[in-house]
């Protein structure tokens, strides 16, 4: 799904990622803050296209340029042994309430439901489990 947004002129590059982090107070006043500010909180995205128009911008660099993004899946733990790169497969859920652990955003990656299915893209060395799961790192996209 292409989203319109607009980033900073040094930011406005075919392939560039981006987290979106959130309005910031010298956002108040723009009259363009709407286009701007719609992407999801804490969400990744990656610039698809840009577009030729620019807008006055008090935060970045004085210019902003309009810009395609698509948002990227985040990291998400899999199994060690689907953990190879290129499979499609389905998210699975991993049981655990453990909100202090180190991985527990990898393990429960927002946007990422129960049964997604996911491409995997490349993998990280295995992590390190309080409960003793066999799971690694993985970077992915959407499957269709």
Do not use: W
Not at 33 to 54: F, P, S
Not at 66 to 78: G, Y
Not at 113 to 136: A, F, H, K, M, Q
């Amino acid at each position: 799904m292409v989203q319109i947004t607009l980033v900073g002129e040094r930011q406005a590059d075919v392939g560039h990622e981006f987290v979106y982090r959130g309005p910031q107070p010298e956002c108040r006043p723009c009259k363009v803050r709407a286009a701007c500010l719609n992407q999801d909180l804490g969400r990744r995205y990656r610039i698809t296209r840009v577009r030729d128009v620019v807008h006055p911008c008090l935060l970045n660099e004085e210019r902003a340029r309009v810009v395609e993004v698509v948002p990227l899946p985040p990291a998400c733990s899999v199994a060690a042994r689907t953990a190879v790169e290129g499979p499609v497969l389905a998210c699975e859920k991993i049981v655990c309430a453990n909100a202090a652990c180190p991985n527990f955003r990898t393990c429960h990656p927002v946007g990422i439901d129960p049964g997604t299915r996911i491409r995997i893209v490349d993998v990280g060395p295995e992590l390190e489990c309080p409960l003793d799961y066999s799971i690694g790192p993985a970077n992915v996209e959407y499957a269709a």
